[in-house]
């Protein structure tokens, strides 16, 4: 979409296209080549670098169940179909938010002692563009998504809000803690950047 002023003529229009093309070009190309994964509907759910493959079954009520590497969601047979995927979707999500309460609280004791700072509470949340998050009441929040992600990206998410503890800002010192608590940090936020549009359980993302 283009804007321009209303009195801009044409051919004006025409040659500023004309002139960005190539950058035009690549933003689109670039576009493209960000491929979103529906990981629901490949039946294939990424967990901290595992892979679960998703078994649906018809039944009289819903619930989900890890069975080593198999996820099993019985569906209701009382859901109409045109429910039947957003249920299925609400389903998996809270299962992943369950691992993530579980997976994050130990993680959170593990580097807390590592850091020599103490949270208080693990809030478990669902946010579009944001990892997480901490207070200086020692409240630390995280995003469940990060569960799509390899356990050590996620496991710097982590180690980052628990650095906030010591340093509620994000000066040299405050890097210099986290470089030094975990080493690889560069590497999981470039991981971070790059696999952002695919952390996500379906490619329609619906979530705040
Ligand atoms: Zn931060």
Same mark, same amino acid.
């Given at each position: 979409?283009?804007?321009? =002023?209303?009195?801009? =003529?044409?051919?004006?229009?025409?040659?500023?296209?004309?002139?960005?093309?190539?950058?035009?070009?690549?933003?689109?190309?670039?576009?493209?080549? +960000?491929?979103?994964?529906?990981?629901?509907?490949? /039946?294939?759910? =990424?967990? +901290? /670098?595992?892979? +679960?493959?998703?078994?649906?079954?018809?039944?009289?009520?819903?619930?989900?169940?890890?069975?080593?590497?198999?996820?099993?969601?019985?569906?209701?047979?009382?859901?109409?179909?045109?429910?039947?995927?957003?249920?299925?979707?609400?389903?998996?999500?809270?299962?992943?938010?369950?691992?993530?309460?579980?997976?994050?609280?130990?993680?959170?004791?593990?580097?807390?002692?590592?850091?020599?700072?103490?949270?208080?509470?693990?809030?478990?949340?669902?946010?579009?563009?944001?990892? /997480?998050?901490?207070?200086?009441? /020692?409240?630390?929040?995280?995003?469940?998504?990060?569960?799509?992600? =390899?356990?050590?990206?996620?496991?710097?998410?982590?180690?980052?809000? +628990?650095?906030?503890?010591?340093?509620?800002?994000?000066?040299?010192?405050?890097?210099?803690?986290?470089?030094?608590?975990?080493?690889?940090?560069?590497?999981?936020?470039?991981?971070?950047?790059?696999?952002?549009?695919?952390?996500?359980?379906?490619?329609?993302?619906?979530?705040?």
């Amino acid at each position: 979409m283009v804007f321009a =002023p209303s009195n801009l =003529p044409q051919s004006s229009i025409d040659l500023c296209m004309l002139e960005k093309k190539n950058w035009i070009q690549r933003h689109l190309e670039r576009r493209t080549t +960000l491929t979103v994964i529906d990981h629901l509907a490949l /039946g294939k759910l =990424p967990l +901290l /670098g595992e892979e +679960l493959s998703l078994q649906i079954v018809d039944d009289s009520y819903s619930a989900v169940t890890l069975e080593g590497q198999k996820l099993w969601v019985q569906l209701s047979h009382r859901i109409n179909k045109s429910n039947r995927q957003a249920h299925l979707e609400k389903l998996v999500t809270q299962f992943y938010q369950q691992q993530a309460q579980d997976w994050f609280s130990e993680r959170l004791t593990y580097w807390q002692a590592k850091l020599d700072v103490r949270f208080s509470t693990l809030q478990v949340k669902q946010w579009r563009r944001k990892w /997480g998050s901490c207070d200086s009441k /020692g409240v630390v929040s995280l995003n469940w998504r990060l569960l799509l992600a =390899p356990a050590w990206v996620a496991d710097y998410v982590v180690v980052h809000e +628990l650095a906030h503890l010591r340093y509620m800002n994000h000066s040299a010192n405050f890097w210099q803690l986290v470089a030094l608590t975990y080493p690889q940090y560069k590497l999981a936020e470039a991981y971070l950047r790059e696999h952002q549009h695919q952390l996500f359980l379906t490619n329609v993302a619906q979530d705040q």
